[in-house]
């Protein structure tokens, strides 16, 4: 069984910082994509920042510059460094992930994972 789980969540004042962090834990063989998505009342799940196992993050343009995502292939990690935050990056944070598992005999296929969402709150 394939676990997604996040930690760093919280509130904070305007222009302040947070960081995410998200552990992967389990049965699989490696990881593909990581990222982060965010879910705010009233409008759709949006990502914020994703990562390959070895190419250059992506952001939303909303986040670019303040935000900095990093993984850690080692300990299947993968962080979301947030700085000068603002009242509309309030939302609850989903962690996501494309993990390659085991197949029948030497199959493998690639599965989408979702953490259980942290909420960030950044007043004004």
């Known amino acids: 069984q394939v676990q997604l789980v996040e930690s760093g969540g919280g509130s904070v004042q305007s222009g302040g910082s947070l960081r995410l962090t998200c552990a992967a834990s389990g049965n699989f063989l490696s990881i593909n994509d990581m990222g982060w998505y965010r879910h705010a009342p009233g409008k759709q799940r949006e990502l914020v920042a994703s990562?390959?196992?070895?190419?250059?993050?992506v952001y939303a343009d909303s986040v670019l510059g303040r935000f900095t995502i990093s993984r850690d292939n080692a300990k299947n990690t993968v962080s979301l460094q947030m700085n000068s935050l603002k009242p509309e990056d309030t939302a609850v944070y989903y962690c996501?992930?494309?993990?390659?598992?085991?197949?029948?005999?030497?199959?493998?296929?690639?599965?989408?994972?979702w953490g259980q969402g942290t909420q960030i709150t950044v007043s004004s």
């Open positions: 996501n992930a494309q993990m390659v598992l085991h197949g029948k005999g030497w199959d493998r296929y690639e599965r989408e994972y």
């Open positions: 990562i390959g196992s070895g190419g250059p993050p």
